[in-house]
């Protein structure tokens, strides 16, 4: 899996989380974009023919497993296991709308996760440590405070703008 983004019911989750962030890291979808989604995830999941077998119940508990279970394992770190780095917290539904909390994830980590690119590789490319890489990462890292070339080489190595990196 690169990245989170794995099909575009993911990539419409994912773009959600960009949205969360102003709000706490919380995102409250309301009727229209329920079905929306709900649409897209039947398009995507489930065959027509298979389509009679799943009521809206079933079919919105499918939805939230399927938001609140994406995941990166991330092996730059605990050895060949990885690490899991989690997207969603918890996934509500009231019967109308839909409410998603998103876990925080630093803008580094969440960009390098979306190129799908090891710490080292990000390290490599830069020119520092991965241990300059992972404290980057760290969720109490401001970057606003770090050395601008620090900061230039990382968004360099991470294929954006060093403002992207300091939101």
Known sequence: MSGFDRDAFWSRILSLYYEAKDNNYIVKLDEEQVRELKALYID?????????????EKIMKKVMTTI??????DKDTMGNSGEIVQLVNTVNYDGRNM????????????????????????????????????NCEASFCDLSKQPEKLVRKLARALECEPETLLQ
């Open 44 to 56: 995507l999941y489930i065959p027509m023919e298979n389509l009679g077998h799943y009521d809206d």
């Open 68 to 73: 609140s279970s994406m995941y990166k394992v």
């Open 99 to 134: 409410y998603i909390r998103f876990a925080r994830i630093s803008p580094v980590k969440m960009r390098r996760l979306e190129l799908g690119k090891s710490r080292q590789q990000v390290a490599e490319r830069m020119g520092y440590s991965v241990s300059a890489v992972k």
